[in-house]
C-alpha cells in the first residue's frame, strides 16, 4: 500500500511526468486492443510490435506503420487507430480535461498546473477556456475537412465507407498523422485532385500553426499589426517554409519522372506544395518519397527537423524555436547582448531553453541513427536518417525501410517518436529529481571556445 502511494506521489508531483505516464498507459492499452484478433482484417492475432509500434504511432501522430493500415487492419482496428490519434492530437490532458468537463467536475489548480505544461501554456490563468477553445475548434475543423473530403471518396467508396474516408483522414490531417486507408501509396493516387490536396494541407496547416495563433486569428481578423509576437512569427515562418520549398522541390524535381515529371506545370505547383507542406510532421505523400533526389532529401529532412508550431498538432524542433535559434546565433556573432524581433527583446531564459532543446534532440537523433545503422548494415544511412527525424518530429515519412527493420531497431524510432511526443525538456524533466538544488554555485572560470 505504502509503495503504491509512493509510486502515485512520484508521478502525480511532477506534470512532465504524469504525462509521459499517461502515454504510456494509452500505448499500453492500445497495444493490447490492436493484438486482438478483432482488429486485423484476417481474424488474426497481430504480433507485439506490430501492434505497438502503430499505436505508438497513432498516439504520437507520426503515421509510420510496419504494415499497410488500409489492408492489414479491420474496421474495429482503424477504429482504434482513429481513437489514438484523435487522442495524441488533444493531448492526453487535454483529452482527460474534456471528459471532466463533459460530467461537469471542477478542476484543480494541480489539474490546470498539468494542463499548462501539456499546452505549452505560461500560467494558468484562463486555462479551461484554453481547453474549450481547443476542443471546439479542433472538432470543428475536422467536421468541415471531413465533409468537403467526402465529397470526393463517396464518388470512390461509397456513402458509408466514404464518410468514414472523410471522417478518418480528416481528423489525422488535422492532427498532423498522416496515417490514410487509400493504400500503400498513400495519397498519391489523388496527387492531382484538388479537392484532397487542398483540403488536407490546409487541415495540416492550421492543426500545425497551434491554437493560440488560430484564436489570435479570430479574434483579431487579420490586422497583422495586432498580432503578438508569437503569432506574427509563426505566420511568417511558416508562410516562408510553404513557399520556398515548394519552389525548391518544383525545380529540382522538375524534370524527375519519377516525382513531378510527368505533371503538368499546374499540377507540380500543387504536388510541390503538398510535398513542402506534408514534410513539417504530416506524412501524407502524392509522391513516391524514394524516388526523390538526394537534394530534395536534403531539404526534407530539413523541414521535417523544424516541424509544426508549438501548441498545435505538429511535432518537431518548432518554427519559432528555429527562428529564436537563428536570432540567439545572430545575437552572439553580432556581440548584441538582446535578442530582438518586431522591435521587442526575447527574455533571456528564452536563450537558454533554445540551445537545451536542440543539444538534447541533436544528441538523441544522432544517437539514434548510430544505433540503427549498427543493426542495419545494409541500409543506406541517408534513409535511417530520414526514418528518424521523420520519427523524431512525428511526420510518418519514410523512405520505405520501416517494415524491414529489425525488432531493435523499431523500438529505437519508436522510443524516438516517443521522445518528439513529449518533447525534449519534458523528457529530461520528468526523469529528474526538481526538488533536489543546489544551495551554492561554483566559481566562475573561462575556457577557450571557437
Known amino acids: 500500500m505504502k509503495l503504491a502511494q509512493y509510486y502515485k506521489n512520484f508521478i502525480s508531483k511532477n506534470p512532465a511526468r504524469l504525462i509521459l505516464f499517461m502515454y504510456v498507459v494509452s500505448i499500453v492499452i492500445g497495444t493490447i486492443l490492436l493484438m486482438l484478433p478483432i482488429s486485423s482484417s484476417g481474424g488474426e492475432w497481430t504480433s507485439l510490435i506490430d501492434a505497438f509500434f502503430t499505436i505508438v504511432s497513432s498516439v504520437c501522430v507520426t503515421g509510420l506503420t510496419t504494415v499497410a493500415t488500409a489492408i492489414h487492419w479491420s474496421t474495429f482496428g482503424k477504429v482504434i487507430i482513429l481513437l489514438w490519434i484523435q487522442l495524441g492530437g ?45 476542443l471546439l475548434s479542433t472538432f470543428l475543423a475536422e467536421a468541415i475537412g471531413a465533409i468537403f473530403l467526402s465529397f470526393t471518396f463517396v464518388k470512390d467508396f461509397g456513402l458509408a465507407k466514404g464518410i468514414f474516408y472523410g471522417i478518418f483522414h480528416s481528423i489525422s490531417a488535422f492532427c498532423n498523422a498522416g496515417f490514410d486507408l487509400i493504400g500503400e501509396q498513400s495519397l498519391t493516387p489523388y496527387a492531382t485532385n484538388l479537392n484532397i490536396s487542398l483540403v488536407i494541407s490546409l487541415l495540416i496547416i492550421v492543426g500545425g500553426i497551434g491554437h493560440t495563433v488560430i484564436k489570435e486569428i479570430l479574434v483579431k481578423k487579420f490586422r497583422f499589426r495586432k498580432y503578438s509576437v508569437h503569432t506574427k512569427l509563426t505566420l511568417l515562418i511558416t508562410l516562408g517554409l510553404l513557399i520556398i520549398p515548394t519552389l525548391w522541390f ?14 503538368s506545370f499546374f499540377h507540380k505547383i500543387i504536388v510541390a506544395f503538398f510535398q513542402s507542406t ?45 527562428a529564436a535559434l537563428f536570432l540567439i546565433t545572430k545575437s552572439n556573432v553580432t556581440k548584441n547582448k538582446d535578442i530582438s524581433l518586431f522591435k521587442r527583446r526575447l527574455p533571456e531564459e ?65 522510443a524516438t517518436m516517443i521522445f518528439g511526443k513529449v518533447g525534449p525538456i519534458s523528457i529530461i524533466v520528468a526523469f529528474i529529481d526538481s526538488d533536489k538544488h543546489k544551495t551554492y554555485r561554483e566559481q566562475k572560470v573561462s575556457i577557450l571556445i571557437g
Open 350 to 414: 528564452i536563450s537558454e531553453k533554445v540551445i537545451a532543446i536542440f543539444t538534447i534532440s541533436l544528441t538523441w537523433i544522432v544517437g539514434s541513427v548510430f544505433l540503427i545503422t549498427l543493426f542495419e548494415p545494409t541500409i543506406n544511412t541517408l534513409d535511417i536518417v530520414y526514418e528518424v527525424i521523420s520519427a523524431y518530429a512525428t511526420v510518418g515519412l519514410t523512405r520505405g525501410i520501416t517494415s524491414d527493420l529489425t525488432i531493435i531497431s523499431k523500438l529505437i524510432i519508436a
Open 90 to 134: 488533444l493531448g492526453v490532458m487535454t483529452a482527460a480535461s474534456m471528459v471532466a468537463l463533459i460530467f461537469n467536475k471542477k478542476m484543480s489548480i494541480s489539474d490546470r498546473l498539468k494542463l499548462s505544461e501539456e499546452k505549452n501554456a505560461t500560467g494558468i490563468e484562463g486555462i479551461v477556456r484554453i481547453i474549450k477553445f481547443i
Open 278 to 322: 506534408t514534410t513539417r510532421t504530416a506524412g501524407f505523400y502524392t509522391s513516391n518519397q524514394a524516388m526523390y533526389l538526394n537534394a530534395s532529401m536534403v531539404i526534407t529532412i530539413m523541414l521535417m527537423f523544424i516541424g509544426g508550431s508549438p501548441a498545435g498538432t505538429a511535432g518537431g524542433f518548432k518554427t519559432t524555436t528555429f
Open 250 to 263: 518544383l525545380v529540382i524535381e522538375f524534370n524527375n519522372p519519377e516525382t513531378l515529371g510527368n505533371y
